[in-house]
């Protein structure tokens, strides 16, 4: 019997517009549920790589979804996404995240242009936040533009924008 992901999983993943075709890269993507939801949607060269800096958050990940690494549709990565190297092996159509604040808490440490040299000229960043409505990461906080700041402040990023009427938030970006 399948599990029901959480709901700001559930509602996240339409927003991602996958084909099913797409190199995915999930930050923060312990304990699992959004890959394991993305796994059966994948076709052709379709692929999902999860990076998160819990050794015990890459396990879960890992436990959860072996079938999707046996069948090679699935990478898991144990690292800070605050390390990662600015000359990237391989490049994404998509990155995302959900509810890691490192975007607004520490702008500085995001290490947005790493990121970005993740991404496929054309390829979109999206970043969620919040579990439901009403319940935004940073409450008493406009957490939505502080995101937003983040991604417009190095060149590689274009077209950002926030989405704040939905639940969870939205800032999205695309790689020039
Ligand atoms: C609040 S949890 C959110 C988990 C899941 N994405 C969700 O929305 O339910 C944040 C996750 O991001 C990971 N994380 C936070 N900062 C990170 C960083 N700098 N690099 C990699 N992973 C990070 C944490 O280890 C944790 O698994």
Do not use: C
Not at 58 to 84: F, H, K, P, S
Not at 136 to 156: E, F, K, M, N, P
């Amino acid at each position: 019997m399948s599990e029901q992901p959480p709901p700001h999983i559930a509602r996240l993943i339409p927003r991602l517009e996958l084909t099913g075709t797409e190199r995915i890269l999930e930050l923060g993507a312990a304990p699992g549920v959004a890959v394991a939801e993305i796994g059966p949607l994948l076709t052709g060269d379709g692929h999902v790589t999860a990076l998160d800096r819990s050794a015990v958050g890459v396990r879960r990940i890992r436990e959860r979804n072996q079938a999707l690494v046996d069948a090679g549709r699935l990478t898991v990565v144990e690292q800070d996404l605050t390390t990662l190297a600015p000359e990237p092996p391989e490049q994404y159509d998509l990155i995302f995240a959900s509810n890691v604040n490192v975007f607004w808490t520490h702008p500085r440490k995001a290490n947005l242009d790493a990121l970005a040299a993740l991404l496929k000229p054309g390829g979109r960043l999206r970043l969620f936040y919040g579990y439901g409505p009403g319940d935004v990461a940073g409450r008493g906080r406009d957490t939505g533009s502080l995101v937003a700041a983040t991604l417009s402040a190095g060149d590689a990023l274009t077209a950002v924008t926030v989405d704040g009427a939905g639940a969870p938030l939205e800032i999205s970006a695309v790689r020039r």
